[in-house]
């Protein structure tokens, strides 16, 4: 049975949030609930949970604070939030779990069944450098954002999103490869990257091949052509895409 916390400020809220976890969230006990910051690093601090559902508006500060403050961070955080579109990316970004608010019963389980898998069949992983990449780009609202977190089978690898060349499709997974020359098999659809990175240059050219043009060598024509990137590796461009690729390209040349 996994411990959960629930910091959170409105009293219909909290009553809610645990009413659903008890019914629908098999696995996780509700040992404790906090109103502001301070209780809720005091209950963090006390229980050492390994879940928590956080709220990012508290009256005496927000959620970010709690995680700040917090003694220990070996556990996983659920967002509650209004946030808008832009801060959702943030949460994308950091591979964290969010759900809206009204909290919908389908997605907190959803969310929930993630980590009671990830609890109970790793070891427990320290989320201390995620929770920070999730800081600094939440902290960064309306800029750039710095650092993204990639899930793996053992943990997660923080990057950013400059340094990664390209993504590669493998079916439910993702290859990404940075320009170290590493190479990552992250537990998350090339779609998703996709929809995370476009606005930062990148461009899929392909079903399996999503790229950064920032690292665009060549193009060689033909019924897609394909792509050199200045790292060597060529890829073909899709016929599909490839007047969308060529269009973008004119715009940014």
Not at 76 to 95: G, R
Not at 128 to 153: C, G, H
Not at 166 to 190: A, G, H, M, P, Q
């Amino acid at each position: 049975m996994l411990k959960a916390v629930i910091v959170e400020d409105e009293k219909n809220s909290q009553e809610l949030l645990k009413e659903m976890v008890t019914e629908y969230c098999e696995g996780v006990e509700i040992i404790d609930i906090a109103g502001n910051v301070r209780n809720g690093v005091d209950a963090l601090n006390s229980y050492k949970p390994d879940l928590v559902f956080l709220d990012i508006e508290l009256p005496d500060g927000d959620g970010f604070q709690v995680l700040e403050k917090t003694e220990h961070s070996n556990f996983e955080v659920i967002f509650t939030t209004a946030y808008d579109q832009y801060a959702m990316k943030a949460f994308k970004f950091s591979a964290t779990d969010y759900l809206l608010k009204p909290v919908d019963i389908d997605e907190l389980q959803d969310a929930v069944a993630r980590v009671v898998e990830k609890r109970t069949s790793d070891e427990p992983v320290d989320q201390s450098e995620k929770i920070a990449a999730l800081i600094e780009n939440i902290r960064s609202m309306n800029k750039p954002l710095k650092r993204i977190v990639l899930p793996t089978t053992h943990g997660f690898t923080v990057v950013n999103p400059d340094d990664i060349l390209r993504c590669e499709s493998d079916r439910n997974y993702t290859f990404i490869f940075l320009t170290d020359k590493r190479r990552i098999l992250v537990s998350r659809t090339i779609k998703e990257y996709d929809e995370m990175l476009r606005d930062y240059n990148f461009f899929r050219i392909h079903q399996s091949h999503l790229i950064n043009l920032k690292y665009l060598k060549n193009y060689t024509r033909g019924r897609g052509g394909y792509v050199e990137l200045t790292d060597g590796s060529q890829l073909d461009v899709s016929a599909r895409r490839k007047s969308e690729f060529l269009k973008r390209m004119a715009a940014d040349s």
